[in-house]
Structure formats: C-alpha cells, structure tokens
C-alpha cells in the first residue's frame, strides 16, 4: 500500500513538473504562427465580410491568450488555438468570397465612405448597411444567390448614399446662404441674383446625380451658387437700407462715383458723371485695354531677348560640352572593349546603345543554368554596367534555327531571365532598370547552315542605353 502511494505522489510531482517546462517556454513560440494568422484575419476587413467567424476566432484566442497569461494548462490552450485557426481561416476564405461575389457592392461601399455618406447620408447608408449584413450572412450560410440578391440591393443603395452625400456635403453651404437671402426677402429686392443662384444649386445636383465623379465641376458649380447667394443677402440689405431714405440713393451713387475716380487715378484720369457712369468707365476700359495689349508685348519681347541671350550662350559653351562628353563616352567605350578576349564578346555602338555580344556565355543543350566556370566573365559584364550605373539595360536571348521556334523562343527568354537575375544579384540594380527579352531564333547573326554560324547565334547580347542626346 506505502509502495502504491508513494507512486502516485511520485507521479503528481513528475506531472507538475512537466505542467512547469511546458509553461516555460516563450509566448511567442507557442503563438508565433497564430499570431500572424490573427494579422491576417485583421487586416482581411473579415470583421465586416465574415463577423460571425471573425468573432468566434477572436473569442478562443483571447482566451488562449490569457489562459497562457494565467500559466493554465498547455494542451487547452493549444486546442482553443487550433479553434481559432478553424475560425480564422473560415474567415479568410468568406472574405474571399465576399470579394469575389460583392465585388461592385464593396467598391460602392468605399466609395460611399470616402464621400462621407454615414454623416451627409445617414438614413440611405443605415439601410445599404443592413442590405449588405444580410448579403454577408448569406455567405456563411453559403446561400449564393441570396447573397447577390442582398448585394445587389446594397450597392444600389449605396450608389444612392454617395449621390446624397456629394449633394449634401458640396450643397449645405449655399443651401443655408440661400435661405438667409430668402430670409431678407431677396426674391422680391433682387429677384435675378437670387434666381441665379437657385439655378446653380439646382445644376449642381443635376450634375451629381447625372455623374458623381464630375467633383471638379460640381465643386465649381457649388461654389458659384454660394457667391451669388452672398451677392443677394447683400443687395436685399443694401436695397433695404436704401428704401429707408431717398437721401440714401444719391449717397450710393456718389459713393460709385467715388470709386471709379479711384480706379481712374493711375491713368490721370478725371472722369466727369454729367452724362452717366457709361463714357467714363469705356474710357476705363480702353485705358486697361491699352495697358494689358502693351504688358503682352513688352512680354514677348522680353522673352525673345532673353531666347537670343540664352542662345549665344549655348554657342560658347555647347562646343566644348559636347566634345567632352564624347571624348568621356568613347574613352568609356573603349575601356569596355578592352575588358574582353576576342573569343568572349563583341562590343558594338548600335542605335544609342552599347551592345556586348557574350560569345563565351555557353549554356548546356535546353537548359537555362549559368554554370560557375563563366562567373568571370560576367563579372565583366558588371564592370561595363559600372561605367553607366543609372541606364537602362536589356538582356537578349538568342538561339540558332535548330528545333522548334517556339522552343527556342521559351529557352531564348529562360537563359535571358537568368542572367538579368544573376546581375541584379551582384550589382545594385533596381528591377525596373533592367530587362529579359527571349528572341528565340528570330534575329540571327550568321547562317544557321554551318557550325560556326549557329555557335555565333546561340548567345546573350546585352544592350547598355547611351546617355546620348
């Protein structure tokens, strides 16, 4: 019985003790991957396409979490991990399907946020959100057409929000100026001014709802409906406070009188008001006319005083550039051709590009492998490459006839890719700086006929751009 007993508490111990080492070990090794799932689930938008299994996965690895927090057992925190993987990747496969079947849906919903429709929109965007809940439950319950019905009906919903949104977002100042002007009895004091801003406010909804992504234009049109709505608040005060004196009319206009006295000053000017504002203000007019016709002038002729200085500028100085520049290419040029044995490569001036045609860049037959023994001589393609570090550079490949076209073109393009990725792997290429072509046997060099002619059409050209203007 003593020996029964004692193996148990041995065996207590033994199980406590493995309990500890298990809750030894870091956070991060037993959450590292579910961590990055958890990531993923986050940044997928499975809270709105997939709610229910996004909560389900969030719910077993806060648990989890704060049950390896608490030092509880190992093996349940591991299987409400392994719940959570279950939900999360429930999720990540709903929010593809959401994806792919309320593709148009979604789009209209961003659209609808970024114009703000939950705030200028609310009773449309409440109702498009409840339209694409229903859609998005459809998809859990795996009902495809209820979910198209569903999305369907939202994006339409949502269409609408944006259109309301745009409208009363771009809208609500002129709306509030207008019913201040109307306050001021702007209708019956300036019946134009006032009609001309309800026109703008009407046209401006119009070419929302005719397009909404014509923002520019809207915009335009909105603000032209709010300055005319000031215009009018103010004529309906000025007409006001006009109609409480008749002293008032002849004090407005000396006041405009006063004013186009101002404007005639820097032309010494003394305009005479007998006759009415008309002959002074043309005479204004030509006054202006004059100066704008004389500013053009003096413009054009400035800048084509300045176009002759700028010229015989370049005379003196394009000479010596240019004979520089090419003295410093030729050099280049020539140090390139020097890097190379006549059985290795050719190096030719083509069509504002230096081509180096790799000879010595063997392959094996149908494989697209650079074998070590021609690392040297790439090495020297980098050195040329070294000599124009900012250009453009194009890998070709080439085959002879032999076989099939479309082989050849596939194996052309291989061995080409191979070589731009060797390259960019030992210089400090961007990807976009350079690029593989496979020719295939489209553009030979010698006759495909004899042995000497096919070697010289099985090759890599490289083409290195010219900074040539």
Request: proline share 3%; glycine share 4%.
């Amino acid at each position: 019985m003593k020996k029964n007993y004692f193996s148990f508490v041995v065996l207590i111990i033994l199980s406590s003790a493995c309990l500890s080492l298990a809750q030894m070990q870091p956070k991060s090794e037993i959450f590292g991957k579910y961590d990055r799932l958890l990531k993923q689930l986050q940044e997928s938008g499975a809270q709105i396409y997939s709610p229910e299994s996004y909560e389900k996965a969030i719910e077993y690895y806060s648990e989890a979490s704060e049950d390896f927090d608490k030092q509880k057992d190992l093996k349940e925190i591991k299987e409400k991990l392994l719940r959570f993987q279950t939900y999360a990747l429930e999720g990540l496969k709903n929010v593809e399907i959401a994806q792919s079947w309320l593709d148009e849906a979604i789009k209209m919903r961003e659209k609808a946020l970024d114009v703000g429709a939950p705030q200028f929109a609310a009773k449309l965007w409440e109702r498009a959100e409840k339209k694409f809940k229903r859609a998005v439950e459809n998809i859990e319950d795996n009902d495809r057409e209820d979910v198209l019905k569903y999305g369907s009906e939202a994006r339409e919903l949502y269409d609408q929000a944006v259109r309301q949104a745009l409208i009363n977002s771009l809208l609500d100042e002129p709306r509030q100026l207008i019913a201040k002007a109307r306050e001021e009895d702007a209708p019956e004091l300036c019946y134009q001014t006032y009609m001309a801003a309800l026109n703008a406010l009407h046209d401006t909804e119009e070419m929302i709802n005719a397009n909404p992504d014509s923002l520019d234009s809207a915009r335009l049109k909105a603000d032209q409906a709010a300055y005319q709505a000031r215009h009018a608040l103010y004529l309906a005060r000025m007409i006001k406070e006009l109609r409480k004196k008749d002293k008032n009319w002849e004090l407005l206009i000396l006041k405009f009188e006063d004013l186009i006295k101002n404007i005639a000053i820097p032309f010494n000017y003394n305009p005479q008001f007998d006759e009415g504002f008309d002959k002074p203000v043309q005479t204004i007019i030509g006054y202006i006319a004059n100066l704008k016709n004389e500013n053009k002038r003096l413009v054009k002729e400035n800048a084509e005083l300045k176009k002759e200085i700028n010229q015989i500028k370049e005379k003196e100085t394009n000479l010596s550039v240019e004979l520089q520049k090419r003295l410093e290419l030729e050099n280049k040029i020539k140090k390139i051709k020097e890097l190379f044995e006549p059985g290795e490569a050719e190096v030719l001036v083509q069509d504002d590009n230096l081509l180096i045609r790799l000879f010595g860049l063997k392959f094996q037959p149908g494989k697209a492998i650079i074998q070590p023994e021609y690392f040297s001589l790439l090495t020297k393609v980098q050195r040329a490459i070294y000599e124009f570090p900012d250009s453009y550079i194009l890998v070709e490949g080439h085959t002879d006839a032999s076989g099939s076209s479309y082989k050849n073109k596939v194996l052309s393009q291989q061995r080409a890719k191979a070589v731009k990725e060797y390259l960019i792997a030992n210089l400090d290429l961007k990807d976009s700086q350079i690029e593989a072509i496979g020719r295939g046997d489209q553009e030979p060099i010698a006759s495909n006929k004899t042995a000497e002619g096919r070697a010289k059409n099985r090759r890599i050209d490289i083409r290195i751009a010219l900074p040539i203007d």
